[in-house]
């Protein structure tokens, strides 16, 4: 079945780089994303990578996948205070249409 | 350009009610899915609907229960509320073969 991890918490300091990793089990998902929740709001869809890439670059955004190992990492460049926020990691298998399973989300603080 | 939009955006009910959530995707979304927050689960799918068919489904009881209508707006029903339904339920929408999925504010219900 599918399982995704993601440590709890991040804490880096503005203008450095943050690296959020999450690890899924199901070898057969077809697409990996990111979503960002703010306090009180959805999801805001942030990125999203096909399983058969191994690097998206969307401006401050590097996405890494190893296929292998089953990892995924989202990558922010000068990370803002506004980056603070929960970062959750999810996956979409083949054959489930619509269904995505999330990762537990990683807290990211940006500390002045 | 409307996005997902969720109401009512919070609602108290006591245990042993029912409450009806409203899920309008954005124009020309044909699918919408429904998950559930928590802080002990964390998000969850329900199910997922795709021209007013039921396409997948999590792993709830029969208390939950959604439809979708002519126009994809879509509805969620959960019946005898209990104190462990309180949470954040978001909506989500795509384009059919779409990468993304846009989510809704969500609707945060609390039950007492």
């Known amino acids: 079945g599918e399982d995704v991890e993601q440590s709890l918490f991040l804490s880096v300091r503005e203008g450095d780089s943050s690296v959020i990793n999450c690890t899924y089990t199901?070898?057969?998902?077809?697409?990996l994303y990111w979503y960002k929740q703010e306090p009180g709001a959805g999801l805001q869809l942030l990125t999203y990578i096909f399983s058969n890439m191994d690097m998206k670059q969307d401006q401050r955004l590097t996405v890494l996948l190893n296929k292998k190992d089953k990892h995924l990492s989202l990558r922010i460049a000068d990370t803002q205070t506004g980056d603070s926020a929960i970062y959750f990691c999810?996956?979409?298998?083949?054959?489930?249409?619509?269904?995505?399973?999330f990762g537990t989300g990683t807290r990211l603080q940006v500390t002045l | 350009k409307a996005g997902v939009t969720q109401t009512p955006r919070y609602l108290i009910k006591t245990r042993g009610q029912q409450v009806t959530l409203s899920c309008s995707p954005i124009s020309g979304h044909r699918s919408v899915s429904w998950y559930q927050q928590t802080p002990g689960q964390g998000l969850q799918f329900l199910f997922e609907?795709?021209?007013?068919?039921?396409?997948n489904k999590g792993n709830f009881p029969g208390r939950f229960s959604g439809r979708q209508f002519s126009n994809s707006r879509s509805e969620m029903n959960v019946s005898t509320l209990e104190l462990g339904d309180s949470a954040l339920y978001l909506c989500?929408?795509?384009?059919?073969?779409?990468?993304?999925?846009?989510f809704g504010s969500g609707t945060r219900l609390t039950v007492v």
């Open positions: 609907y795709f021209s007013e068919t039921q396409r």
């Open positions: 999810a996956e979409r298998a083949t054959g489930t249409a619509s269904k995505l399973t």
């Open positions: 989500a929408s795509s384009l059919v073969g779409a990468r993304g999925y846009t």
């Open positions: 199901d070898s057969s998902s077809t697409y």
